[in-house]
């Protein structure tokens, strides 16, 4: 049972354009969402987050929107560069108020390839 | 620099041998937590540690053990490996009570399992 899905295993982009990539999730507990990505041999790096109070969260060229009622969040980069070419994993806690359990369900993830 | 280390980066073994992955983080940080990455499934949780003798199933932890005995350590263990461990192993830690559930994340370890 898939709590958090990203449909899309892959994702290709011109360079200045601008990457949608999107995730659904199931369990309405989750209040917390994340985006990590990685690079080939190395381990995920976070990269934004969203707390399920907001809709929406702005960081640089990366922007998270959060969607609880279709229980939706997608992560948007504008303009994309060659460099942010990786795997991209969204990310769920159901941790509510920082009580420390933290544990994270991740999606399958979406490779984006940026062309120059 | 603040990190999470895992070793060893690769390994090939074969079944039914016994095996540690060791991980180690210089963050002080409280929760540690073991993941593994396959095809088509993303990162699935393992095991992980609120803090040193606090351990906790994950959920994929058949075939696997782990322990705290310090903070900064938290080695998985494969009693008897078998081929379906073969896996991208990924350890990771985060603090406990901070503002926000970011985890960090050690480089991986390839298991192979023949």
């Known amino acids: 049972d898939q709590q958090v899905k990203q449909n899309s295993p892959s994702l290709s982009v011109q360079e200045g354009r601008i990457s949608i990539l999107n995730c659904d999730y199931t369990?309405?507990?989750?209040?917390?969402f994340l985006w990590y990505k990685k690079y080939p041999a190395e381990g995920p790096t976070f990269l934004i987050s969203i707390s399920s109070i907001k809709d929406k969260n702005e960081d640089g060229r990366f922007t998270v929107f959060l969607n609880k009622s279709a229980k939706h969040l997608s992560l948007h980069i504008v303009p994309s560069q060659p460099g942010d070419s990786a795997v991209y994993f969204c990310a769920a806690s159901e941790d509510a108020g920082g009580t420390s359990y933290g544990k994270l369900t991740f999606g399958q993830g979406t490779i984006l390839t940026v062309h120059p | 620099e603040a990190q999470v280390t895992q070793n060893p980066r690769y390994l090939i073994t074969v079944t039914g041998k016994k095996l540690t992955v060791t991980c180690s983080q210089n963050?002080?940080?409280?929760?540690m937590s073991w993941y593994r990455q396959d095809p088509g499934l993303g990162l699935r949780q393992i095991y992980y540690s609120m803090n040193v003798e606090v351990t906790d199933k994950g959920d994929v932890p058949e075939g696997y053990k782990v322990s705290r005995k310090e903070k900064r350590n938290f080695p998985l263990i494969l009693e008897s490996p078998s081929p379906n461990q073969t896996s991208l192993y990924f350890c990771?830690?985060?603090?406990?009570?901070?503002?926000?559930?970011?985890?960090?994340f050690g480089p991986g370890t390839r298991l192979t399992v023949t």
């Open positions: 990771a830690s985060r603090i406990i009570g901070g503002a926000s559930y970011e985890q960090y």
């Open positions: 963050m002080n940080h409280e929760y």
């Open positions: 369990n309405s507990m989750f209040d917390y």
